[in-house]
């Protein structure tokens, strides 16, 4: 089955789908996104992605293209005709075309991009079962992380340092030496007494959607956590270190740079939750 697109209103092959030169997501990086993962058909925490998407919007005063049911049911339809049943669905939305000016144009119409692809849980479980590997970057973004924008040039050089060093992700360190979030995660230690930490949302990171349902599994788990930032020594002295995201959802680390975390294997409490959460996406 060839892959389908939604551009603006119109559902084309994949192959052939883009958008005019003057778009000020091209532009300008003028624009937002949310990416949603599709289990057994379903998607999961839509209406979390959908809300983040909307604020997402508000806070950068973009339009919205059409209403929220309407994008709903194009959703749908983008994943019925790419046959998705486990995958993904990408969202994209710019302030729209408008002849090149930094300031908002007066009369662009958003424009709205959706594709949808099949992926594997295969991949995502092995590395569960491996552990993966994280390196610690300097956190050189802008002062308004908690919008999902699609300029995402210091997140893409994060994670390319990355994958130079051979590992699976980079965690951002601010200038005051605390961790702030992975280049496309959320970031959590385990410490000595099994404590769950993970950074308090704010502007400085993404409210991630994995995230808020893994707290909310933690708040009737009755698992102990705290919501505060934490030092890049207090990372490499866990006793765990995971991370949250919507397409790696639970994911065991066992080294950061070169110190290794525990003894080396994914930790336990990383490992049940992992479990505990890939039954809340089943159910």
């Known amino acids: 089955m ?23 997501g091209y532009q300008f990086a003028d624009g937002v996104y949310e990416v949603i993962p599709i289990i057994a ?47 993904l669905i990408y969202m994209q939305v710019t302030r729209g075309v408008a002849p090149r000016d930094h300031p908002f144009p007066a009369d662009a119409f958003p424009s709205l991009v959706m594709t949808a692809k099949k992926t594997s849980l295969e991949k995502s479980a092995r590395k569960a079962e491996e552990g993966v590997a994280v390196v610690t970057v300097p956190d050189i973004r802008w002062q308004r992380c908690d919008i999902k924008s699609v300029s995402l040039l210091p997140n893409i050089l994060a994670k390319q340092e990355a994958v130079e060093k051979g590992a699976y992700e980079a965690f951002q ?4 030496g605390m961790v702030t979030e992975g280049s496309s995660t959320n970031a959590w230690i385990v410490d000595q007494d099994g404590t769950l930490i993970t950074r308090p949302t704010n502007n400085s990171i993404l409210a991630g959607i994995t995230r808020a349902a893994l707290l909310d ?63 809340y996406m089943e159910n």
């Open 217 to 279: 599994l933690l708040e009737k788990n009755k698992i102990k956590f705290e919501l505060r930032s934490f030092s890049k020594e207090e990372l490499l002295n866990a006793r765990e270190v995971f991370l949250t995201s919507s397409s790696s959802y639970v994911q065991p680390v066992i080294k950061v740079d070169d110190v290794v975390i525990g003894n080396g294997n994914p930790g336990s409490i990383a490992t049940n939750l992992r479990t505990v959460f890939k039954e």
């Open 173 to 176: 360190v601010d200038e005051d």
């Open 41 to 87: 058909g379903k998607m999961i925490d839509a209406d979390g992605h959908l809300d983040r998407l909307w604020r997402s919007m508000n806070e950068l005063r973009i339009e919205e293209p059409m209403k929220r049911r309407p994008m709903e049911l194009v959703m749908r339809e983008v994943l019925r005709k790419n046959g998705v049943e486990t995958g």
């Open 2 to 24: 060839s892959r389908i697109a939604y551009v603006n209103g119109q559902y084309v092959p994949h192959k052939d789908a883009s958008v005019h030169i003057e778009d000020r």
